[in-house]
């Protein structure tokens, strides 16, 4: 931490931000995503086993986006993104756009997003259709069926890994949001604000698998600590702004 308050913050969001809007998360009780295993629906193999089957599964999550809407721990992210006077980076593992429509800026999708496409042919990056199923043309090059959902599936590079290895090396304030800490490298996210200095909170429903790595842990649900944690970060540091120097 540097000098009497917290300068710039990363906070990382998962599954567990989102699950109060209703978008499910990945590993619920049964272990399964919406009825499939995840190897069937989120790696490159399965895309060239059976492309039909995981464009249609992506083509259900696009669709149901429609049906979804932002809640409080969206709101109160997007609200400390307009408040917050220092460096803040949010950084989701969500292929869902709610952040955004809840008026977030200062974020990063790191598993791609729901809504973008990019062409095998040609590696364009776009905005997807409403279904890749039916084989629409890419726009840039117009080959046909070549597209795919611009979704980081298992084996394959997270994006804006520079970045946002840079926000965490500045950081003193790590903050991570409904995630199960399962899935590296956000995983290791923790590790890696801890060993350059931050301080590292948890907000989870229950604790995660990295929960005893965090310097703190508040457990329970996202739309109602989240809302919390922001108002009082926001405050605190309101108060610390209209102190004199000593
Ligand atoms: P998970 O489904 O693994 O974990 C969601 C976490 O959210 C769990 O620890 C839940 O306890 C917690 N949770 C559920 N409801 C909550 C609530 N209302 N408030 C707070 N926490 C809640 O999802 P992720 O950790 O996001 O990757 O999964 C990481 C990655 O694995 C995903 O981005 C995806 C997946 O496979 C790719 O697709 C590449």
Redesign the pocket.
């Known amino acids: 931490m540097r000098g009497t308050g917290f300068q710039s913050i990363v906070v990382l969001t ?4 989102s ?2 809007s209703g978008v499910p ?3 619920g009780p049964d272990g399964l995503w919406e009825g499939h295993r ?1 190897e069937d629906v ?1 790696t490159p193999q399965a895309f060239r086993r059976d492309p039909a089957l995981v464009q249609a599964f992506y083509d259900a999550r696009r669709a149901a986006l429609a049906r979804v809407e932002p809640n409080a721990a969206h709101r109160a992210l997007a609200r400390l993104d307009a408040e917050w006077p220092g460096d803040l980076l949010i950084v989701t ?3 869902d756009d709610l952040h955004e429509r809840a008026g977030a800026v200062r974020m990063v999708h790191m ?1 791609g997003e729901l809504k973008r496409a990019f062409c095998l042919a040609c590696g364009e990056r776009q905005t997807a259709p409403d279904t890749l199923s039916d084989g629409p043309a890419c726009t840039r090059c117009g080959a046909h069926g070549r597209l795919r959902p611009d ?4 084996g394959e590079m997270p994006y804006h890994m520079d970045r946002i290895e840079a926000a965490l090396a500045a950081c003193d304030l790590f903050v991570s ?7 590296y490298p ?1 995983a290791g996210f923790v590790q890696g604000a801890r060993h350059y200095g931050a301080h590292t909170l948890e ?4 604790p ?1 698998e990295g929960t005893h790595v965090f310097h703190e842990a508040r457990h329970g ?3 109602d600590l989240v809302p919390l944690w922001v108002g009082a970060l926001l405050d605190r540091d309101r108060f610390r702004l209209n102190q004199p120097e000593t």
């Open positions: 998962g599954a567990g931000i699950a109060e998360t990945f590993r995840v989120a593992q969500n292929v598993h979704i980081v599936w298992f949001i409904g995630t199960s800490g399962a899935v956000a907000i989870n429903l229950e995660s649900r996202a739309g």
